[in-house]
């Protein structure tokens, strides 16, 4: 079974020495995407203090951004975003953020939504509120 490791030109750059994505067989298994912008420090949806700390965010905007971050690493990778089969979300607040997380989740998979698994987490690496964990198929 041959491998290959992915990088996307257009996702925001890895915060640790790992790929966007890592190809085995006919499966994509997707590092951790979060909303960060590519080539800035900069996520959509997120307002920081002088010492890095958020202020206030939009969940709404980050989970379109993570969306988007991920469609780029698919379609680069040589997949696309009906080829999801499964994917893990990460919360920060799940009490505040799951209801707008959940309706736009219905909107992006409207048809054959992938299996789902959705956890709450104190932090991630970086000051965002979403991140996600995806597998696809690819040919």
């Not at 257009?10 to 020495?17: R, S």
């Amino acid at each position: 079974m041959s491998e290959q490791s992915i990088n996307s030109s257009k996702a925001p750059e890895p915060v640790g020495l790992y790929p966007h994505a890592r190809r085995v067989g006919n499966l994509l298994f997707l590092s951790g995407v979060g909303p960060r912008e590519r080539g800035t420090k900069k996520i959509p949806g997120v307002e920081l203090d002088e010492n890095g700390n958020i202020t206030s965010y939009d969940i709404a905007v980050q989970c379109r951004s993570v969306f988007q971050n991920v469609r780029y690493i698919l379609e680069e990778s040589g997949s696309n975003w009906n080829k999801i089969v499964d994917v893990t979300v990460f919360l920060t607040n799940m009490k505040d953020d799951f209801p707008v997380y959940n309706k736009l989740w219905a909107e992006y998979f409207a048809e054959n939504p992938p299996c789902r698994t959705t956890l709450e987490i104190n932090c991630l690496p970086t000051p965002i509120a979403i991140e996600l964990k995806v597998i696809a198929t690819i040919d």
